[in-house]
């Protein structure tokens, strides 16, 4: 594969539609000076998220895994001034960082961070007086993928979109035999989707800046 032309071409399309502004550049080095994964989207994938935010019209977005933001500031300038995010994240350490770079894109105000594990957090949310969700961003611990999938379709409004980061690691999930759990976390989600008689499903390959991986797309039946 050509690794250096498709991190070119990645970097034309960033600049092509000024993908990465200052809040979101100083996201990004948040994460570095943290020492936390550098796991964000990168900023045509936050340019796609947003894409297609706007094309369900999504006002009330779920992400699953904070990490440093980055995600959630896309989204959260994709939902407008009138929408919400509701973003979990285990990592308290992770969280505040996030919360900084948050401030600081100005959409503290339609931003509702939450701490702690999603599994608890989730059933939480269900029993709150908010409206269904219409897109869920799921980017968190791969081994629950499953799980994240069905709290996704159960919080969700008919028609609400659910995109999962990751679902390809590289082509990793082609092995069988894979002992790795974030793999077969990812592999047993694949499976899901595909069966799961509660969505229309499919994966988008694609290449860029973050190698070889990329996400999966799910509508919810009405
Ligand atoms: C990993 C997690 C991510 O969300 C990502 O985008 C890339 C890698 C990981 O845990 O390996
Ligand atoms: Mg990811």
């Not at 070889?212 to 039946?221: F, G, I, P, Q, S």
Request: proline share 4%; net charge negative.
């Amino acid at each position: 594969m050509n690794a250096p032309l498709f991190e070119k071409v990645d970097r034309y399309i960033t600049q092509l539609y000024e993908a990465e502004d200052e809040a979101l550049q100083f996201t990004r080095e948040a994460i570095i000076k943290a020492g936390m994964p550098e796991h964000s989207i990168s900023p045509i994938q936050g340019h796609f998220l947003s894409f297609m935010a706007k094309l369900v019209n999504a006002k009330h977005i779920l992400e699953l895994g904070t990490l440093g933001g980055y995600s959630t500031i896309w989204l959260a300038r994709a939902v407008g001034d009138s929408g919400c995010v509701t973003t979990i994240e285990l990592e308290a350490r992770f969280a505040e960082v996030a919360k900084t770079s948050i401030q600081r894109a100005g959409v503290a105000d339609r931003v509702s961070q939450r701490t702690g594990k999603a599994l608890d957090i989730l059933p939480q949310l269900e029993t709150e007086d908010t409206p269904p969700f219409d897109m869920v961003f799921i980017d968190a611990d791969k081994p629950a993928y499953c799980d994240y999938l069905d709290w996704a379709v159960r919080l969700c409004r008919p028609g609400a979109l659910i995109i999962a980061d990751n679902v390809i690691r590289e082509g990793k999930v082609l092995d069988n035999d894979s002992s790795d759990e974030k793999v077969l976390g990812v592999q047993a989600f694949n499976q899901k989707l595909a069966e799961d008689d509660r969505l229309t499903s499919t994966i988008l390959q694609t290449i860029g800046i973050k190698e070889y991986d990329r996400m999966a797309l799910a509508l919810v039946k009405g």
